[in-house]
């Protein structure tokens, strides 16, 4: 375990957090052969992770490995944590395990200074106080009907009548940016481009100076319609962050633009994974998409399932910020700390059978939202989208089923996971 893991280490460093990478962009940017290489470079090629990381959790709950090149401090050990109790430790106490200085290192000069995920508090709580109305149940029920179907059902038109196609192409992956670009209120003439920024961000452990570029590209097309929002709002998210108020206070332009960026990697690159997970996840078992085709109640617990059970970001990190002990564990101040979501996901202390996908089980929260001061403010939003996906895609697309002369579809990655095509069949 110990050599695969650090092998992995450095990777997911990089890719902690929900940042992103491009791999289903760059497919549709570039061909195939561009998209497999980029892919298995930052989300990983493993099929199927889960025995390793069940062992670890056995063996080594919290497993220490001493690196020489981690970016932050070479002398620093890094600590790996398995279980579902002490991952949950971690993530709910920001002050001994803080979220700052890996994603300024990182992400600093791409996103700017006020990346949320970065902050710890008093930052954090502010800030979060003043974005999150944006993001509740309410705000997000508007979005549904307004914005969420009409994406939803104008992709399913583009294949609709053709009894065929590849989801991940033209459905997953197109859809929650389409999502944002009509959140933030963009003309649709100017989707397009907004998809080629959203690539252009997302390319940053890849293509860093050309995310930077497009960085500035987005922030200055941005700029005049903050302007324009501030003095006259409107019906959309931009207005909302404008507007937001508390105790007299108000977000900055640049508190604004930088939250704006960081919805790119934070609100598509998961959410894309995570319907093409549920997607795949039913549609490889026929009994349990049938059960949802009898009863639609059933999808809420369908989504949590496949989010526990095929957890799209498998790990975030915090840095200690004092000695400190975990499940028995000394963790000197300035060690990473590797949260394991996806193992602990899959803890049997607290599911049974833990590496089975049944949607009947009752739901009990997972960590794949995260969890504590920055458990995942798009969460409303992204079951919306999910569930949406699901009850259009099967109310449009009868038979719905996967296309047997497909080319091997399954889950796959290390970092990320998601299907690497979901070739269909229907009518
Ligand atoms: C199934 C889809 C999604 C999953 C599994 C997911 C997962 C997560 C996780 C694990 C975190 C915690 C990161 C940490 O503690 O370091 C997080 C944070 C966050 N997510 Fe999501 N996410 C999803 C969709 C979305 C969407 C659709 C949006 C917005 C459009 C979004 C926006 C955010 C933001 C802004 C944060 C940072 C919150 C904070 O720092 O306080 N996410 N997400």
Request: some cysteine.
């Amino acid at each position: 375990m110990e050599s695969s893991a650090s092998g992995l280490t450095a990777q997911r460093l990089t890719t902690q957090g929900t940042t992103g990478n491009d791999g289903a962009a760059q497919d549709r940017a570039g061909d195939d052969s561009e998209f497999e290489v980029f892919d298995d470079a930052v989300a990983g090629d493993a099929r199927d992770p889960y025995p390793e990381l069940a062992a670890a959790r056995k063996a080594t709950p919290v497993q220490r490995l001493d690196m020489s090149n981690m970016p932050h401090d070479e002398a620093k050990p890094v600590f790996f944590v398995y279980r579902y109790d002490d991952v949950l430790t971690v993530l709910r106490d920001g002050e001994t395990y803080s979220s700052g200085q890996i994603i300024e290192l990182i992400m600093g000069d791409v996103m700017g200074r006020h990346i949320m995920l970065g902050m710890d508090d008093p930052d954090h709580r502010r800030y979060r106080a003043l974005v999150s109305t944006a993001f509740g149940q309410k705000a997000i029920a508007r979005w549904e009907s307004q914005l969420v179907e009409p994406i939803a059902s104008s992709l399913i038109d583009g294949f609709a009548g053709r009894g065929h196609a590849e989801l991940v192409r033209e459905f997953t992956f197109p859809y929650p940016t389409q999502v944002i670009a009509g959140m933030l209120g963009l003309p649709r003439e100017d989707f397009k481009q907004f998809q080629r920024w959203s690539i252009a961000i997302l390319s940053v452990f890849t293509k860093r100076e050309a995310a930077i570029e497009a960085s500035r590209e987005v922030t200055a097309y941005l700029a005049p319609i903050l302007a324009d929002r501030r003095a006259q709002p409107r019906d959309d998210l931009i207005s909302d962050l404008a507007q937001a108020e508390l105790g007299g206070e108000r977000l900055s332009d640049e508190e604004i633009f930088c939250f704006l960026r960081l919805l790119l990697p934070a609100g598509v690159e998961t959410t894309y994974r995570s319907t093409g997970n549920l997607l795949f996840s039913l549609l490889s078992r026929p009994d349990q998409l049938a059960a949802i085709r009898a009863d639609r109640s059933l999808i809420p617990q369908a989504i949590e399932e496949t989010v526990r059970y095929e957890t799209p970001l498998l790990n975030i990190t915090r840095i200690a910020t004092r000695d400190t002990e975990l499940g028995g564990v000394a963790i000197p101040e300035g060690s990473t700390i590797m949260t394991m979501l996806a193992a602990a996901n899959r803890d049997e202390s607290r599911w049974d059978d833990p590496d089975h996908y049944d949607i009947l089980r009752g739901v009990r929260p997972s960590v794949g939202w995260g969890q504590g001061p920055h458990i995942c403010l798009g969460m409303h939003l992204a079951r919306v989208e999910m569930r949406t996906a699901l009850n259009l895609l099967l109310d449009r697309l009868p038979n719905l089923r996967l296309d047997p002369d497909g080319d091997d579809p399954h889950i796959k990655g290390q970092v990320f996971r998601s299907p690497t095509s979901l070739p269909v069949l229907f009518g």
